[in-house]
């Protein structure tokens, strides 16, 4: 009997740089840096030069980049944010949080990504900002979204939470809109030890801003300038992202061999796939599939010891929180068919040769 093949595993990855990251724990210990300070500053500076951009400021977790990310742009009560449907539900939290109303664009069929063509009718006086999504680590159309904000007058923010290093026409992720959401929940290609999340800009306004949001509205210790927030980076998890930073490259190109691989060795008509435009340099954090049967293959894959997962089942539009919007099913009909028919494969950097030869054999003879 052969071991079970899941959809992801951190085991291994972690075996790996045990030993750096304890020997790291143990210094910020000794520092008693545990809220922010010279760890979390550190991974920031790293971070930033990683993504080319001016500044990074570190975060406790994604969706809360995603908020402040939006009050740094005073988007608030009224106002209209343009996101995918197709994404995970975190995109749309950081706009309702702020009380302006999330607005669902329908991805393509093959792309799986924010139909271009489909943003423009959504446009309204009240709409601020566009969020696009680096979906599965893939980018977006970024220049097709950037002449879109530009002639209606939007801001654009990548939401990177699953795309650390994924390149767009060879340019790094991150600096492309006025400012970019990263997450580094343990399960992203980054993740910290523990919950994290950051954002990178080129604006020192926003910069200054989300570090006085991050820190209870505060650029002086008990001086409060606005309503503010605790949502700092830990220096244990700052610490254990900077020694993992450093191997990010390494493992983000294995993904790509393990894709390459399953895109051109699954040859089964019954299995469809990502469509890779010719600009995308994906990091694959996750390889997702969709079947006309699924249940009917995720039970022969599971029969073979193979555990997918699926991401997402529910499109953000027909989410439960959302229902006071007022979608109903066919109002984007292709990330409703993605939602039904995926699956993720097994997708993280450790996987072995015969785990991904079994994954394209048993997914051939389906
Ligand atoms: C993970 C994720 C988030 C949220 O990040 P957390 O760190 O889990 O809060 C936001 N957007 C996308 C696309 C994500 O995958």
Known sequence: MSEKINCLDLKGQHQQVKKEIFEAFEKVYENTAFSGGPFVEMFEKDFAAFCGTKYA????????????????????AGDEVILPANT????????????ATPVFVDCTPDTWQIDIAKIEREITSRTKAIIGVHLYGQPFDIDGVVAIAKKNGLYLIEDAAQ?????????MVGGFGEMACFSFYPGKNLGACGEAGGVTTNNEEYYKHLQSLRNHGSQVRYFHDE??????MGGLEGASLKIKL?????WNQRRKDIARQYQNEIVNPKIKMQAQPEWADSIYHLFVITAEKRQELMSYLNQN????????PVPCHLQKAYQNLGYKKGDCPNAEYLAEHCLSLPMYAELTDEEVNKVIEVLNNY
């Open 57 to 76: 400021v570190g975060l406790n977790n994604g969706t809360s980049a995603l908020h402040i990310a939006m009050l740094a742009l005073e988007i608030g």
């Open 88 to 99: 995970f539900i975190a995109t749309a939290w950081g706009v309702s949080y702020t009380r």
């Open 163 to 171: 795309a650390q290093g994924t390149r767009y026409k060879g340019g």
């Open 227 to 232: 309503i503010g927030y605790n949502y700092r």
């Open 246 to 250: 450093k191997y990010l490259e390494g």
């Open 305 to 312: 010891n193979i555990y997918p997962a699926l991401h997402y």
